[in-house]
């Protein structure tokens, strides 16, 4: 007597890979894999110092027109002084040069392995060269999936350009969100009384997308803000010993 099929249960070894061939490809978000993190193909080789430091040279030798990036629009009042989209800024200060901000965003290779809550799947498609670099091929194209909750994420494609010297702009060209751009502004404060240089990292983070649906995310802008900032700042604070420990070696 013949036994009938098995039906498909959630302990079955190939779920997660039929769960990936059967999703929608119209939905944004993707199913990812439970793959652990010290399984990533390792990114060291490609990450060379030498192709970073041409890239952040390569930037500092761009004009900055003299403008400086202040603060958020809506932080600023005509009814009082002021010292110191949907879209969102957060702003934080450490002990580093603009240079070691800009050389942060100029390696893309470490991002999955820094911040392997918001990011899998990240590779960099090209990078430019150390010399002899067209301004138009002077960015680095990556693959990343953004994790939006366990289990799920949304694949795009990413360049990241300097504009000025102390500006590296991000920009979702392919996927969903497509024409986002995230601006992360490096901005000199002098040094502070131990004689070391203080610098303001302020990004801006907007979001758009020509979904339908995206005209929710626009009415509940004032709730996303805070979430937006905080993941920023959860970011910048895994990197802070990026910067700083390369500003130590520079100054050493």
Same mark, same amino acid.
Request: contains cysteine; proline residues 11%.
């Given at each position: 007597?013949?036994?009938?099929?098995?039906?498909?249960?959630?302990?079955?070894?190939?779920?997660?890979?039929?769960?990936?061939?059967?999703?929608?490809?119209?939905?944004?978000?993707?199913?990812?894999?439970?793959?652990?993190?010290?399984?990533?193909?390792?990114?060291?080789?490609?990450?060379?110092?030498?192709?970073?430091?041409?890239?952040?040279?390569?930037?500092?030798?761009?004009?900055?027109?003299?403008?400086?990036?202040?603060?958020?629009?809506?932080?600023? +009042?005509?009814?009082?002084?002021?010292?110191? /989209? &949907?879209? !969102?800024?957060?702003?934080? $200060?450490? *002990?580093? =040069?603009?240079? #070691?901000?800009?050389?942060?965003?100029?390696?893309?290779?470490?991002?999955?392995?820094? +911040?392997?809550?918001?990011?899998?799947?990240? /590779? &960099?498609? !090209?990078?430019?060269?150390? $010399?002899? *670099?067209? =301004?138009?091929? #002077?960015?680095?194209?990556?693959?990343?999936?953004?994790?939006?909750?366990?289990?799920?994420?949304?694949?795009?494609?990413?360049?990241? /350009?300097?504009?000025?010297?102390?500006?590296? $702009?991000?920009?979702?060209?392919?996927?969903?969100?497509?024409?986002?751009?995230?601006?992360?502004?490096?901005?000199?404060?002098?040094?502070?009384?131990?004689?070391?240089?203080?610098?303001?990292?302020?990004?801006?983070?907007?979001?758009?997308?020509?979904?339908?649906?995206?005209?929710?995310?626009?009415?509940?802008?004032?709730?996303?803000?805070?979430?937006?900032?905080?993941?920023?700042?959860?970011?910048?604070?895994?990197?802070?010993?990026?910067?700083?420990?390369?500003?130590?070696?520079?100054?050493?």
């Amino acid at each position: 007597m013949s036994r009938p099929d098995t039906p498909d249960t959630p302990d079955t070894p190939d779920t997660p890979g039929r769960i990936a061939r059967r999703w929608p490809r119209h939905w944004p978000l993707r199913p990812l894999p439970q793959a652990e993190w010290p399984g990533q193909p390792p990114t060291y080789a490609a990450a060379r110092p030498a192709l970073i430091e041409a890239a952040v040279k390569r930037a500092q030798a761009r004009p900055a027109g003299n403008w400086f990036v202040l603060a958020a629009s809506r932080q600023i +009042h005509g009814d009082r002084p002021f010292g110191t /989209s &949907v879209a !969102s800024v957060a702003t934080l $200060v450490g *002990v580093w =040069e603009p240079a #070691d901000i800009v050389a942060n965003r100029l390696d893309p290779w470490h991002g999955s392995w820094f +911040h392997p809550y918001s990011f899998s799947r990240l /590779s &960099v498609l !090209s990078a430019p060269g150390e $010399v002899d *670099v067209a =301004e138009e091929e #002077d960015r680095f194209l990556v693959s990343v999936t953004f994790r939006v909750a366990p289990g799920l994420g949304v694949p795009v494609r990413a360049e990241f /350009s300097c504009p000025g010297p102390r500006t590296v $702009v991000m920009r979702i060209t392919e996927g969903e969100g497509a024409g986002s751009v995230v601006e992360t502004h490096a901005i000199p404060r002098g040094r502070g009384v131990d004689g070391r240089p203080r610098t303001a990292v302020i990004e801006a983070v907007i979001a758009e997308s020509g979904r339908p649906g995206f005209a929710f995310a626009r009415a509940v802008a004032p709730v996303l803000r805070p979430v937006m900032r905080r993941a920023v700042a959860r970011l910048w604070r895994d990197d802070l010993a990026y910067a700083e420990r390369r500003y130590q070696l520079r100054s050493m």
